[in-house]
């Protein structure tokens, strides 16, 4: 399945992005932020998150909640999303609804009303957002803490949800600046994708948005991590969690690196789903785990191969350590077979294909592929990268990248039950 799509640069910068599609009567609309948490400064975090709560609290000619009102009664869905590396908005509605759509993006991209009692009401909620996702969740801490360990730079080392302090700390100043550097129109693609006439959006587009003013372009982060030379360890003990867990990560290449395509098939061989080999030989053969899986981050900068394992209560986190270790060293030390690669790159094709097949994972997609790799035609040369992986090619970057001196590994243990007070 090939996306046919169309570029075109307004005056102020704005990147647009337009894919006709007569299929069923609908658009999608995703306007792709190039900001996520790499862009906060230490004292400064959660700002990109806590946009993505202030950006449906009204703008000049939108109320508070009104976003939502106007998408969900014509019959449309929507919302937002923040990583570290990308901030995305998106909404689907009937093809009618076009309109609707693009006024709601550019009001809110030309004049987010950011006031005190709003900063508050929302700071609020992010707060509680944090205590239900990170605090007061299982192995929560954990997650949070691994990236800590794991990267050097500061830009992928603290959370995009931010800490209390930084979320308490914040004035309004500091989140308005944030919002003219960052959800300005040259640092943004919008993308629709649905039944529509090329022309006819192109003209709205640029009715809605062209005059919304750009500004400087945001200041560049360092996001490469220097080479890591020691395995790095360390132990929680979590008194919400039932299990021992063991989060095990290696530096990896960049997103859309050279080596990317084989890091995917590998991760697909060693975890992709019940017949990967770290399934059949820890869970199902050895039964030393109650779950096993992991997956490849694409980043814009320094990437991660991660494995993460729940440990049986009757087994001991250090002989699910080996187990693994002993696989990986498998894999690198002999190619992979040839059913393998090629279970590998079904797998792969089938899945993305299903994820391109609607009109806002369309738009999603070629959004975010631009933001992150500058490369929105990836949408389209994807597979063929997955297809060019060779077994040599595995077993190479296996070699390269899930080395000893390159891991990072945080055991998180149950925290022991407490001592019965002594009776009387």
Do not use: C
Request: charged share 25%.
């Amino acid at each position: 399945m090939r996306v046919d799509f169309s570029e075109h640069t307004l005056k102020n910068g704005l990147r647009v992005q337009l894919v006709e599609d007569r299929t069923t009567p609908v658009i999608a609309v995703n306007v792709a932020y190039d900001v996520g948490s790499r862009n906060e400064r230490p004292g400064l975090t959660g700002f990109a998150h806590l946009f993505e709560h202030m950006m449906f609290k009204g703008s000049q000619n939108v109320g508070d909640g009104e976003h939502f009102y106007q998408v969900f009664t014509n019959g449309g869905s929507m919302n937002g999303t923040t990583s570290s590396d990308i901030t995305l908005y998106f909404e689907a509605l009937p093809a009618n609804q076009l309109e609707l759509a693009l006024f709601l993006e550019a009001d809110r991209m030309r004049s987010l009303e950011i006031t005190q009692a709003k900063l508050d009401n929302q700071r609020q909620a992010v707060q509680e957002e944090r205590r239900m996702r990170v605090d007061n969740q299982p192995y929560g801490r954990s997650y949070e803490r691994f990236d800590e360990v794991f990267y050097d730079k500061f830009a992928y080392k603290h959370s995009t949800i931010g800490s209390m302090e930084d979320l308490n700390a914040a004035s309004v100043k500091d989140v308005a600046e944030f919002f003219r550097i960052y959800y300005a129109p040259n640092n943004a693609v919008l993308t629709v994708v649905g039944d529509f006439k090329r022309d006819d959006t192109l003209a709205l587009i640029k009715k809605y948005f062209e005059d919304i003013p750009r500004q400087p372009a945001p200041p560049a982060v360092d996001l490469i991590d220097p080479p890591q030379t020691a395995e790095r360890r360390e132990t929680l003990t979590d008194p919400l969690a039932r299990a021992p867990q063991i989060l095990i990560g290696y530096k990896a290449d960049v997103g859309n690196g050279p080596d990317q395509a084989a890091l995917q098939v590998l991760s697909s061989v060693l975890q992709g789903g019940d017949s990967s080999r770290l399934y059949q030989s820890i869970s199902k053969e050895k039964e030393l785990v109650t779950g096993i899986g992991g997956y490849v981050e694409e980043r814009i900068g320094t990437g991660g191969f991660y494995v993460t394992a729940t440990v049986r209560p009757d087994r001991k986190p250090e002989a699910v350590e080996a187990a693994i270790y002993e696989e990986i060293a498998k894999v690198a030390e002999q190619p992979i077979a040839d059913w393998e690669l090629q279970k590998a790159r079904n797998a792969t094709r089938m899945g993305y294909l299903q994820s391109i097949r609607g009109a806002q994972n369309r738009a999603t997609i070629l959004g975010t592929y631009t933001v992150l790799f500058r490369d929105p035609h990836l949408v389209n040369t994807r597979l063929a990268k997955i297809d060019a992986v060779t077994r040599a090619d595995v077993q190479r970057v296996a070699k390269k990248y899930l080395q000893p001196a390159g891991r990072t590994v945080l055991t998180t243990l149950p925290a022991p039950a407490p001592t019965p007070a002594p009776g009387p």
